[in-house]
């Protein structure tokens, strides 16, 4: 992060509190500890004091702000350097270029003087018809073609007064389009009037029916969701649809539009009846047609895609902190299968602290058939290793594994085995990686996938920071986002959700460690490297000794890292070694020792936290210590617990309007959930059938891996489709109807209900599909998508094609 100049430094820090709505002193504390190489889970957690409290969520708006103000402030310095060199530097102009609040408005303001190629403008300045441009503008009783005459002169390329004309009409065209404060209205008087506007391209009808939402689509910039804009725009970039930017509802009543009203405004001219009246309106006209409406629509295009992402990054991210965060099963000895036909199901055991102890591969399903022996394999491992918990893969031939794994259950109820459904979006990626040969050497690259997927299934925060954020998938339309923005927001969440956990630096992979607060790739790698040489740390201080583990990087981690059965019973909790001395005053007090104290409600709850302030540690962080005492290393994941299919209901075809069933939410989209209830295709529950009352986020609902009970509304087995309800009171389709293929495009503000139109207007989102896909793995390219599988199983995305 770059440091800011002395001049500006105060204005970020003070314009950053006025957005949080927070004190000015909070957010310099946070500055200055982040430039001083603090994390932000470290300042959240142990920092408390320093910045008054200021949360996770606060402090990387703070940190994502700071970025935004540092370079805006890196902008206007060099604008300010340019226009100084050119000699064009006034006080009105400085003042101006010192008052843009937004880099929109600073590239505004300095576009007039902003280098650029030799214009219509500048070649007719050079001819000398400035001043014919001036006088018309100033004085529209003259009459244009008798002023231009005087401006004549075939040695500066003025051939005649029509040529003089074209010259004053490039000048002043330049002028309007250059006007910051007017294209500032204009831009935001677009922004609230216009709309985005799609047609299908001629004979791309077939080609690009994903797009067929949008053959002919227009809606208000402001209506617009994230989905919606980011479909249209994979629409135009396939070369499906043309997308125009219209600055209003289109008019009826002929003439010129209100936009040029208001360019003719600011500069004085009016339709009078005076000889120079029309040439000045058709200049006007002229500059709103070639120039100002053109760069306007490419910012605001570019505000679209930008917000579009904004969103669309933010449900990345809500989606991957849930998936992240989902209840882990713990240590369970666990089968992992990894489903599939022709090559076989993959079999992996993990035992409870993750050790691959046995692989194979059966063969039940089409076309070997073998399944009794596949039952025999798996129930002599589940045996042999203690198994409890079975791990099914969500990809191709899930159901039917499922099933292998349910006859398993009934044949042998002795083993008292539980299965579980798990997502293996990734699963692929992580096979393929260096990490995955480094961690599982001499495995064949098919068998890594179902240890990783039993493994998931006891500590998916632990295994999926093996895989590259983006490959886990749980996003809208993520190929098309900004790389940066997509890779900063994610590796943000992924650090926030380690360090909530907190991490057993005894067993922890270099890939988890490398995601702790303080703890670089390289430093992770000499961790495990001391570990596996000198055996298990027993103190937290003995982190110390590790090569290149210095002061900061130590301050900045050891808090998250848990060291459990060690020498010091407080290295298996979250208080931060710098902190020990204020539990050692508590032990003092209470007359306890330190590991009678822990877990102990009665007394911890009888000292008095005001007692243990000092001038290093202040009441919130001894209220966490305590806190934290009552109940060491707490897990804040949810508990385990699983769903069950309903028997019978294996396929599309066995569903009915009305069923109740019990499911699993695979992902959260903007327009509602997908979830799985057992048949290979995700059904939809569209936000407005998510609750009674009015939902503006389906995220405020339901989260990925929540078992939820469903209604069956609407089955279009054509197009695996199925409409679900989360309201079971909700009234389903009458068997044979299908209230999903209606055509046309989706009107605004009425037509259906919500419950109607779901299947058609807000499926959007998924229609211009995704790359990859999760569940399909085995057909697909490794960078594999969650969301992709979610809408190619719910029947929005061409199962055939490897990118919507």
């Given at each position: 992060?770059?440091?800011?100049?002395?001049?500006?430094?105060?204005?970020?820090?003070?314009?950053?509190?006025?957005?949080?709505?927070?004190?000015?002193?909070?957010?310099?504390?946070?500055?200055?500890?982040?430039?001083?190489g603090?994390?932000?889970?470290?300042?959240?957690?142990?920092?408390?004091?320093?910045?008054?409290?200021?949360?996770?969520?606060?402090?990387?708006?703070?940190?994502?702000?700071?970025?935004?103000?540092?370079?805006?402030?890196?902008?206007?310095?060099?604008?300010?350097?340019?226009?100084?060199?050119?000699?064009?530097?006034?006080?009105?102009?400085?003042?101006?270029?010192?008052?843009?609040?937004?880099?929109?408005?600073?590239?505004?303001?300095?576009?007039?003087?902003?280098?650029k190629?030799?214009?219509?403008?500048?070649?007719?300045?050079?001819?000398?018809?400035?001043?014919?441009?001036?006088?018309?503008?100033?004085?529209?009783?003259?009459?244009?073609?008798?002023?231009?005459?005087?401006?004549?002169?075939?040695?500066?390329?003025?051939?005649?007064?029509?040529?003089?004309l074209?010259?004053?009409?490039?000048?002043?065209?330049?002028?309007?389009?250059?006007?910051?404060?007017?294209?500032?209205?204009?831009?935001?008087?677009?922004?609230?009037?216009?709309?985005?506007?799609?047609?299908?391209?001629?004979?791309?009808?077939?080609?690009?029916?994903?797009?067929?939402?949008?053959?002919?689509?227009?809606?208000?910039?402001?209506?617009?969701?994230?989905?919606?804009?980011?479909?249209?725009?994979?629409?135009?970039?396939?070369?499906?649809?043309?997308?125009?930017?219209?600055?209003?509802?289109?008019?009826?009543?002929?003439?010129?539009?209100?936009?040029?009203g208001?360019?003719?405004?600011?500069?004085?001219?009016?339709?009078?009846?005076?000889?120079?009246?029309?040439?000045?309106?058709?200049?006007?006209?002229?500059?709103?047609?070639?120039?100002?409406?053109?760069?306007?629509?490419?910012?605001?295009?570019?505000?679209?895609?930008?917000?579009?992402?904004?969103?669309?990054?933010?449900?990345?991210?809500?989606?991957?902190?849930?998936?992240?965060?989902?209840?882990?099963?713990?240590?369970r000895?666990?089968?992992?299968?990894?489903?599939?036909?022709?090559?076989?199901?993959?079999?992996?055991?993990?035992d409870?602290?993750?050790?691959?102890?046995?692989?194979?591969?059966?063969?039940?399903?089409?076309?070997?058939?073998?399944?009794?022996?596949?039952?025999?394999?798996?129930?002599?491992?589940?045996?042999?290793?203690?198994?409890?918990?079975?791990?099914?893969?969500?990809?191709?031939?899930?159901?039917?594994?499922?099933?292998?794994?349910?006859?398993?259950?009934?044949?042998?109820?002795?083993?008292?085995?539980?299965?579980?459904?798990?997502?293996?979006?990734?699963?692929?990626?992580?096979?393929?990686?260096?990490?995955?040969?480094?961690?599982?050497?001499?495995?064949?690259?098919?068998?890594?996938?179902?240890?990783?997927?039993?493994?998931?299934?006891?500590?998916?925060?632990?295994?999926?920071?093996?895989?590259?954020?983006?490959?886990?998938?749980?996003?809208?339309?993520?190929?098309?986002l900004?790389?940066?923005?997509?890779?900063?927001?994610?590796?943000?969440?992924?650090?926030?959700?380690?360090?909530?956990?907190g991490?057993?630096?005894?067993?922890?992979?270099?890939?988890?460690?490398?995601?702790?607060?303080?703890?670089t790739?390289?430093?992770?790698?000499?961790?495990?490297?001391?570990?596996?040489?000198?055996?298990?740390?027993?103190?937290?201080?003995?982190?110390?000794?590790?090569?290149?583990?210095?002061?900061?990087?130590?301050?900045?981690?050891?808090?998250?890292?848990?060291?459990?059965?060690?020498?010091d019973?407080?290295?298996?909790?979250?208080?931060?070694?710098?902190?020990?001395?204020?539990?050692?005053?508590?032990v003092?007090?209470s007359?306890?020792?330190?590991?009678?104290?822990?877990?102990?409600?009665?007394?911890?709850?009888?000292?008095?936290?005001?007692?243990?302030?000092?001038?290093?540690?202040?009441?919130?962080t001894?209220?966490?210590?305590?806190?934290?005492?009552?109940?060491?290393?707490?897990?804040?994941?949810?508990?385990?617990?699983?769903?069950?299919?309903?028997?019978?209901?294996?396929?599309?075809?066995?569903?009915?309007?009305?069923?109740?069933?019990?499911?699993?939410?695979?992902?959260?989209?903007?327009?509602?959930?997908?979830?799985?209830?057992?048949?290979?295709?995700?059904?939809?529950?569209?936000?407005?059938?998510?609750?009674?009352?009015f939902?503006?986020?389906?995220?405020?609902?339901?989260?990925?891996?929540?078992?939820?009970?469903?209604?069956?509304?609407?089955?279009?087995?054509?197009?695996?489709r199925?409409?679900?309800?989360?309201?079971?009171?909700?009234?389903?389709?009458?068997?044979?109807?299908?209230?999903?293929?209606g055509?046309?495009?989706?009107?605004?503000?009425?037509?259906?209900p919500?419950?109607?139109?779901?299947?058609?207007?807000?499926?959007?989102?998924?229609?211009?599909?995704?790359?990859?896909?999760?569940?399909?793995?085995?057909?697909q390219?490794?960078?594999?998508?969650?969301?992709?599988?979610?809408?190619?199983?719910?029947?929005?995305?061409?199962?055939?094609?490897?990118?919507?």
């Amino acid at each position: 992060m770059t440091t800011p100049g002395s001049l500006e430094a105060g204005s970020i820090e003070g314009r950053i509190a006025e957005e949080l709505g927070v004190r000015e002193r909070q957010v310099k504390a946070a500055v200055e500890l982040l430039d001083g190489g603090s994390t932000v889970p470290f300042i959240a957690r142990y920092r408390k004091e320093a910045t008054e409290m200021l949360d996770d969520a606060q402090l990387r708006t703070l940190e994502e702000r700071l970025r935004y103000l540092r370079e805006l402030e890196e902008r206007r310095a060099a604008i300010l350097e340019s226009v100084r060199e050119q000699g064009k530097l006034t006080e009105a102009l400085e003042a101006q270029i010192r008052g843009a609040e937004t880099k929109a408005r600073l590239e505004d303001v300095y576009l007039p003087y902003k280098p650029k190629r030799r214009t219509k403008a500048q070649i007719a300045r050079e001819a000398g018809l400035e001043p014919l441009a001036e006088g018309l503008l100033g004085d529209p009783g003259v009459e244009p073609l008798a002023a231009a005459a005087a401006f004549v002169d075939a040695d500066k390329g003025v051939a005649d007064p029509q040529a003089a004309l074209e010259g004053a009409r490039a000048i002043l065209t330049e002028r309007f389009s250059e006007d910051a404060d007017l294209i500032g209205e204009l831009r935001e008087r677009m922004w609230g009037r216009g709309r985005l506007a799609a047609k299908v391209r001629d004979g791309k009808e077939e080609a690009g029916a994903k797009f067929a939402d949008y053959f002919d689509f227009a809606e208000p910039f402001t209506e617009l969701p994230s989905h919606r804009i980011l479909a249209m725009l994979r629409g135009e970039k396939e070369e499906v649809l043309d997308l125009v930017l219209e600055p209003e509802e289109p008019s009826e009543q002929p003439g010129p539009s209100s936009y040029e009203g208001i360019v003719a405004s600011r500069f004085g001219i009016a339709e009078r009846g005076r000889p120079g009246d029309k040439w000045l309106t058709d200049t006007v006209r002229w500059a709103w047609r070639t120039r100002i409406l053109v760069h306007l629509g490419i910012d605001l295009r570019l505000r679209l895609r930008t917000a579009a992402e904004d969103e669309a990054v933010n449900v990345f991210a809500a989606n991957l902190r849930d998936l992240l965060l989902a209840a882990p099963a713990g240590t369970r000895a666990t089968l992992g299968l990894d489903p599939g036909f022709r090559t076989g199901v993959k079999v992996a055991v993990v035992d409870a602290t993750g050790k691959v102890v046995a692989t194979d591969v059966i063969y039940p399903h089409v076309p070997a058939n073998k399944w009794d022996e596949a039952l025999a394999k798996l129930a002599r491992l589940a045996r042999e290793h203690a198994v409890e918990l079975v791990a099914i893969g969500n990809g191709t031939a899930s159901r039917e594994t499922d099933k292998l794994a349910g006859e398993l259950i009934t044949r042998h109820p002795e083993l008292k085995l539980t299965k579980v459904m798990v997502s293996e979006a990734g699963a692929s990626v992580y096979s393929a990686s260096a990490f995955a040969s480094q961690e599982l050497p001499g495995m064949d690259v098919s068998l890594r996938g179902a240890v990783s997927i039993a493994r998931r299934l006891q500590d998916p925060l632990a295994e999926l920071v093996k895989i590259d954020p983006k490959s886990i998938g749980v996003g809208q339309y993520q190929h098309d986002l900004s790389e940066v923005k997509l890779s900063r927001s994610l590796d943000a969440v992924v650090e926030d959700c380690v360090n909530g956990v907190g991490v057993d630096v005894n067993t922890a992979s270099a890939p988890l460690l490398a995601r702790v607060s303080g703890i670089t790739s390289g430093l992770a790698e000499n961790i495990v490297a001391h570990r596996d040489a000198n055996g298990p740390f027993s103190s937290r201080t003995e982190l110390k000794k590790v090569p290149r583990l210095g002061p900061k990087a130590y301050e900045q981690c050891a808090g998250f890292l848990r060291i459990r059965g060690g020498s010091d019973p407080l290295d298996a909790s979250s208080v931060h070694p710098e902190a020990y001395p204020v539990v050692r005053r508590m032990v003092k007090t209470s007359g306890q020792e330190v590991a009678s104290l822990i877990g102990n409600s009665g007394v911890l709850r009888s000292l008095r936290p005001t007692d243990f302030v000092d001038e290093t540690f202040g009441l919130p962080t001894v209220t966490d210590i305590l806190k934290e005492l009552e109940k060491p290393g707490r897990d804040p994941r949810p508990a385990f617990r699983t769903a069950s299919f309903k028997e019978g209901v294996e396929k599309i075809s066995d569903l009915a309007p009305g069923m109740v069933l019990e499911g699993v939410v695979t992902n959260v989209a903007a327009f509602g959930a997908f979830i799985d209830v057992g048949v290979h295709q995700d059904g939809l529950a569209h936000v407005s059938a998510l609750s009674k009352t009015f939902v503006k986020d389906p995220r405020d609902v339901v989260k990925p891996g929540d078992i939820v009970k469903v209604k069956v509304l609407d089955i279009d087995i054509p197009r695996k489709r199925i409409s679900l309800t989360l309201r079971l009171d909700d009234e389903a389709a009458p068997q044979g109807q299908d209230r999903s293929s209606g055509g046309g495009r989706p009107q605004r503000g009425g037509g259906r209900p919500p419950q109607q139109r779901q299947q058609q207007g807000d499926r959007r989102g998924g229609n211009g599909g995704q790359r990859g896909g999760g569940a399909a793995r085995q057909a697909q390219p490794p960078a594999n998508s969650a969301m992709a599988d979610a809408l190619r199983r719910a029947g929005l995305l061409d199962p055939k094609k490897g990118r919507g």
